[in-house]
């Protein structure tokens, strides 16, 4: 099974930072895509950052040059680094992973739990 933590949420001001972490537990298992996801009250799911090991990463347009998302091998966790948050950055963030079993070509989609990141003027 793959299980995914997050991490470093919380309540900020507009300007300052915060980083978000991803810890993924996959026995068995071989990463594909990880990816983080936000959602804000009232509106749809939308991608922030996308991570794989055969293409570039890939941002929205309202995170670039803000967001920064990498991947720690060594501990196999996501990061996200999120600088100059706006207001409108306020919402739950939400780790996701696509990973195969080794030796099968079948992609299973994972989540996270969820984590709150607040923005205030």
Not at 39 to 52: D, I, Y
Not at 71 to 84: A, F, G, I
């Amino acid at each position: 099974q793959v299980q995914l933590v997050e991490s470093g949420g919380g309540a900020v001001q507009a300007g300052e930072t915060l980083r978000l972490s991803c810890a993924i537990s996959r026995s068995g298992f071989s990463l594909k895509t990880m990816s983080w996801y936000r959602q804000a009250p009232g509106k749809e799911r939308e991608l922030v950052a996308t991570l794989s090991s055969d293409k570039p990463s890939n941002y929205g347009d309202s995170v670039l040059d803000r967001f920064t998302m990498w991947r720690e091998n060594r501990k196999d966790t996501v990061w996200l680094q999120m600088n100059s948050l706006k207001v409108e950055d306020t919402a739950v963030y939400y780790c996701n992973v696509e990973a195969t079993r080794f030796g099968r070509t079948y992609v299973h989609s994972y989540w996270g739990q969820g984590t709150q990141v607040t923005v205030s003027s």
